[in-house]
């Protein structure tokens, strides 16, 4: 799924300054980053990103992005939904982000490719996105509290479930939203 926004979510830009506090050793994945408009809303702030995705040229554009703009920034082209494989098994991870992208068999490796302390930052649609447009497929929809269940262990700073305006646009659409901390 491609983010045809150009700016960066709501939702990152109001945790910013969660991100801004942490100390860094293993960075923050942008997971599924599509252009990397959240990633590169970090690495303006200096703080470590690495871009993954399965297209390679939205990565290759991204790292062209990075260097016009003199931005610190990794790519990382990666099949999060491949059958076979872990792709985030061994890894680690000071924060990870997720926008716009569901893929239920890596919620798992998600919260444990996080460090203890760090940050999970996630926002998607939900079903009841179907009655505003796509997605609609079921396997893209979040169902009532399903994001939430899925780091019940992790302390909650931030959940929104429901409908919400789309930046720049006359459209609303339904996500759930969470920022969480691995206890640590």
């Not at 994001?147 to 409908?163: K, M, P, Q, S, V």
Request: hydrophobic share 40%; with cysteine.
């Amino acid at each position: 799924m491609s983010h045809s926004n150009a700016s960066a979510s709501r939702l990152l830009v109001e945790n910013l300054s969660l991100l801004k506090k942490m100390e860094y050793q293993g960075g923050v994945l942008d997971l599924a980053c599509g252009n990397g408009r959240n990633g590169l809303l970090l690495a303006s702030h200096k703080i470590p990103v690495i871009f993954a995705d399965n297209e390679m040229a939205s990565l290759s554009q991204l790292a062209d992005v990075l260097l016009e703009r003199g931005l610190e920034g990794r790519c990382w082209e990666v099949d999060l939904e491949a059958a076979a494989g872990e792709p985030l098994a061994g890894k680690c991870f000071d924060a990870i982000l997720v926008f716009n992208f569901l893929h239920r068999p890596l919620m798992p490796a998600i919260g444990q490719a996080i460090r203890p302390g760090g940050l999970i930052i996630y926002e998607t649609f939900n079903i009841d996105q179907a009655r505003f447009g796509k997605p609609t497929n079921p396997d893209y929809l979040l169902q009532p509290g399903e994001l939430l269940n899925h780091f019940e262990d992790w302390e909650t700073l931030h959940y929104f479930e429901g409908e919400m305006s789309v930046q720049n646009q006359e459209n609303s659409c339904a996500k759930a939203c969470l920022v969480a901390r691995r206890p640590g």
